[in-house]
């Protein structure tokens, strides 16, 4: 479960899955010492974490400014439960985007003082595939067609003392047609902007932390479509 609060990343998995050590600067295990502010710094990693222990974490995140954290991952027990128990402490919100692609540069919107992605929320009976291109197409008076999911994540934010838990399916992409591009003002979108890799390279630094991992994904997915499609290139010159 890749979760952001607060802009920080959040990794949530089953302890079945052992991370690297040294992706970490700090490693807490939680069944044999507490989990306090002061060790919360840098890349972290909390093993044999609890229902009790996320919650006050989680709610660490939410109501305090921890500069010095750059990402946390979790390792629990019960998975099932564990998405259980957020799923009910949270609200959800359910919405859907794009990353948009023509030849090499994709597109980007710029609203609220950040680069991000369109996406938007669904709508009354819509599949993910279908509020993603419907969102992509109003936001930037855009045609799409949609190809293949590149990953899902999920934020948190207080709206009118509700405290919220949005998972945003995300999808890849191709322009049909852009000749009358333009933002969608009505939902705050200044502009709408073609950026080659290195434009957006410089925009993430402008954007949230939730975007990256989008493009993280989705570079990553990228470069094993073409790592499959060069094997089979030359298992076919071989034959």
């Not at 290195?198 to 493009?215: D, P, T």
Request: glycine letters at 2%.
């Amino acid at each position: 479960m890749n979760l952001f609060i607060n802009d920080i990343p959040v990794q949530i998995l089953d302890a079945l899955h052992k991370p690297d050590k040294r992706d970490f600067n700090t490693i807490i295990n939680a069944e044999v010492e507490p989990i306090t502010k002061a060790k919360l710094l840098h890349r972290v990693w909390v093993k044999n974490a609890k229902i009790d222990e996320i919650e006050k974490i989680l709610d660490v995140l939410d109501t305090t400014s921890l500069s010095g954290l750059i990402s946390l991952t979790l390792t629990v027990e019960h998975y099932d439960i564990v998405k259980t128990f957020l799923k009910k402490k949270f609200k959800i919100i359910k919405a859907a985007g794009g990353l948009v692609r023509k030849k090499d540069k994709i597109l980007m919107i710029y609203r609220l003082k950040k680069w991000d992605l369109p996406k938007g929320k669904f709508e009354k009976d819509e599949k993910p595939k279908q509020a993603a291109q419907r969102e992509v197409e109003e936001e930037c008076n855009i045609k799409v067609n949609l190809r293949e999911k590149i990953c899902t994540t999920w934020h948190t934010y207080t709206m009118k003392k509700k405290q919220i838990l949005k998972k945003t399916t995300w999808y890849s992409m191709d322009i049909v047609r852009d000749k009358d591009m333009m933002p969608q003002i009505e939902e705050d979108i200044e502009e709408v902007r073609w950026m080659t890799p290195k434009e957006v390279f410089h925009a993430l630094e402008h954007s949230y932390k939730s975007i990256s991992f989008v493009f993280d994904r989705y570079f990553a997915q990228e470069k094993e479509k073409a790592r499959i499609k060069e094997e089979a290139e030359k298992t076919q010159s071989n034959v």
